[in-house]
């Protein structure tokens, strides 16, 4: 009987899971505009593959070094963020955000590939920030099994295909609004005017010298600084966070930072006190790998 009660249960969750999202009439407003987020985020990941695939054939792969197994989920990749526009504007009907030009940085098949990896962590840290936020249980479901799928791209682009680590550490990172579209807005160039507005800014860039630094390296900071403020490189990683003082347009960096992590520039003394209105500059992009016999931070 239990068993029986057990597998009708499992019956009635997966049907539900399988229908259909829809936007209700009743949807608070915060959750249409997570939804209209992520669909601004799917159709930069759907053309950046597409663009890809369609400039880079079976050839371009292997003369670049990869084997043919690499570009064919690249496909199945490409598949999953075509998708992910398709559910996400039929759950948002009409008033759906439409696709954006974009132009993307890269130098070929190997420049891709790593791009690739960048583009699939911001997705993971961007659908982690809003969860929190959403209302509706039914859409944290599915934005739950996008995310889970977007941290599956990213752990076989950096372990199988970069010779990296699959993770960073522990727990990934999650990201606000603005700081993912300020990363985003990089690569767009011009959206229709009908779009939505999301209430979101694009921050000031800011530069680091080294551009690939190590944990524990002293950097140099390249951005417009706000006159009269102390500022500080806050970095995120994981659920842990630290403030690192800016002294003469440099910065030390913790010395325990493993994998992708991001850094913003700001007035505020406390992690916990970054927003969009202190926040002069980032997000910086960090990646410090984590080779095979580290130890965890």
């Not at 939804?35 to 593959?49: G, I, N, P």
Request: net charge negative; aromatic share 8%.
């Amino acid at each position: 009987m239990l068993a029986a009660s057990a597998a009708l249960a499992l019956g009635f969750a997966a049907t539900a899971l399988a229908a259909p999202l829809a936007v209700r009439q009743d949807a608070s407003n915060i959750d249409v505009t997570i939804l209209q987020y992520a669909l601004t985020l799917e159709h930069l990941e759907d053309v950046f593959y597409t663009e890809a695939l369609a400039k880079f054939d079976e050839a371009a792969f292997t003369a670049a070094g990869y084997p043919t197994w690499v570009r064919k989920r690249i496909v199945q990749i490409g598949q999953h963020e075509a998708q992910h526009v398709s559910f996400l504007a039929g759950a948002l009907g009409e008033s759906a955000t439409s696709q954006c030009e974009y132009s993307f940085p890269y130098d070929g098949v190997t420049g891709f590939l790593g791009l690739s990896a960048i583009i699939e962590n911001v997705g993971t840290s961007a659908y982690l920030g809003a969860a929190s936020l959403i209302t509706d249980p039914a859409y944290v479901t599915a934005a739950g099994s996008i995310l889970t799928t977007e941290a599956r791209h990213q752990a076989w682009l950096n372990s199988a295909v970069l010779k990296g680590s699959a993770w960073s550490g522990p727990e990934d990172t999650p990201l606000g609004f603005s700081q993912v579209f300020t990363i985003a807005a990089a690569f767009i160039t011009s959206c229709p005017e009908s779009n939505p507005t999301l209430p979101v800014v694009a921050f000031p860039a800011a530069t680091i010298e080294p551009a690939a630094p190590a944990a524990g390296d002293k950097i140099a900071l390249t951005y417009t600084s706000t006159a009269g403020a102390t500022e500080n490189l806050i970095i995120f990683s994981g659920l842990t966070s630290s403030v690192n003082a800016i002294m003469d347009g440099s910065a030390t960096l913790p010395s325990t930072l493993q994998g992708i992590a991001y850094g913003v520039i700001s007035t505020a003394t406390a992690a916990a006190d970054v927003t969009d209105a202190n926040t002069v500059a980032g997000p910086i992009i960090f990646n410090f790998g984590l080779s095979s016999d580290a130890v965890s931070a």
